[in-house]
């Protein structure tokens, strides 16, 4: 089975819309198959997460910038991050054809935000990832859709020590219909090269934030070091792809 590599940005962009296609461009140039960005309203956001509005204001992705995005990006490279049932449809209103929607089983109002993407992927084919943190596997049945799911393995900690990420990729593997990904949180390689090593077989997607420019680190949410950098992402891509 051959692995799709996803870069996720994140929040790891900075001056506007040309700052996000410079970084979906960079992710592309070091080997991702996909890039993924996330589309929040940073009020709707800040409910969920210990974080104020203004902190997560400077990476709110207006519709205008998502249609602007898509329009100079390949659609069907990009995937899409929600957080909230309203985002589902804010973000179709600009394009339907994604690479993938994305979500996770902990994420607030969860129970309706996952009717919402499994109702999209099941109406436009578009496939459906899933985040499985650890201890939140008993949710994943809040999610259908007649498409195979992709049930990636995580652990929502910043930087993540991953404790028993083989055992649990195996276990969705054996036990949920789909397929099994690796989100990855950690620091640096190490611990996608185990995995990769270990149950690289049972895998079809595994993720990554990415952040090609080393100015932002420190200044993004998501740009500390279980980010990679243009080099560490292209090392990435030639694991995966090995």
């Not at 259908?144 to 990420?165: K, N």
Request: some cysteine; hydrophobic content about 40%.
């Amino acid at each position: 089975m051959s692995i799709t590599l996803v870069a996720d940005i994140g929040s790891n962009w900075g001056g506007g819309i040309e700052g996000l296609l410079k970084a979906a461009r960079k992710a592309r140039e070091c080997g991702a198959n996909l890039v993924k960005i996330q589309f929040y309203l940073a009020e709707t956001l800040a409910l969920r997460r210990s974080a104020t509005r203004d902190a997560l204001s400077p990476w709110e992705i207006s519709e205008e910038f998502l249609g602007e995005l898509v329009s100079e990006f390949p659609p069907l490279r990009l995937g899409i991050t929600v957080f909230h049932p309203d985002d589902v449809e804010r973000a179709t209103s600009c394009i339907e054809n994604y690479a993938f929607i994305k979500t996770a089983t902990q994420e607030w109002q969860y129970v309706a935000l996952a009717e919402a993407v499994s109702q999209y992927s099941a109406k436009t084919g578009v496939p459906l990832f899933v985040s499985v943190p650890r201890g939140a596997p008993l949710i994943v049945g809040n999610y259908s859709s007649p498409y195979p799911i992709t049930w990636l393995a995580c652990d929502h900690s910043y930087p993540a020590t991953c404790l028993g990420i083989a055992e649990r990729i195996e276990a969705i593997a054996r036990y949920l219909p789909g397929y099994a990904g690796f989100s990855d949180h950690s620091e640096g390689l190490g611990i996608t090269e185990y995995v990769l090593g270990e149950v690289g077989d049972k895998l079809s997607v595994v993720e990554k934030h990415f952040c090609y420019d080393e100015n932002l680190r420190g200044k993004a949410p998501d740009s500390g070091s279980w980010a990679l950098g243009r080099d560490e992402f292209a090392k990435l891509a030639e694991m995966v792809h090995a």
